[in-house]
């Protein structure tokens, strides 16, 4: 079993320390806390079924904004058009 620290757990999963603490705390992810030098320091005990439930749960960054960016597009083309729409009718009473 390989020990990393949080840190390198999050930067290795693309994730927030912040969000990798809640999963500590959370007892999602195996930890041991280690005094080192007067310091406690907490390692992330790495498991092959503990990691495939984690990127299970993950949602990558890229999909999630990609999606909505697309649906903004969608919205702002439809908004666009009415607004052509309505200029052209415009046009016509004057």
Same mark, same amino acid.
């Given at each position: 079993?390989?020990? +990393?620290?949080?840190?390198?757990?999050? +930067?290795?999963?693309?994730?927030?320390?912040?969000? %990798?603490?809640?999963? +500590?705390?959370?007892?999602?992810?195996?930890?041991? !806390? %280690?005094?080192?030098?007067?310091?406690? =320091? =907490?390692?992330?005990?790495?498991?092959?079924?503990?990691?495939?439930? +984690?990127? &299970?749960?993950?949602?990558?960054?890229?999909?999630?904004?990609?999606? &909505?960016?697309?649906? /903004? %597009?969608?919205?702002?083309?439809? /908004? !666009?058009?009415?607004?052509?729409?309505?200029?052209?009718?415009?046009?016509?009473?004057?």
């Amino acid at each position: 079993m390989q020990k +990393v620290t949080i840190k390198a757990y999050a +930067v290795k999963h693309k994730l927030s320390i912040f969000n %990798v603490m809640k999963m +500590v705390k959370a007892a999602t992810l195996k930890s041991e !806390v %280690v005094e080192i030098d007067g310091k406690e =320091t =907490t390692y992330i005990l790495l498991d092959e079924n503990t990691e495939a439930e +984690v990127k &299970k749960n993950i949602i990558p960054i890229e999909e999630s904004s990609d999606i &909505k960016l697309k649906n /903004e %597009v969608y919205t702002l083309k439809n /908004e !666009v058009e009415l607004l052509r729409k309505e200029i052209e009718e415009m046009k016509k009473l004057l």
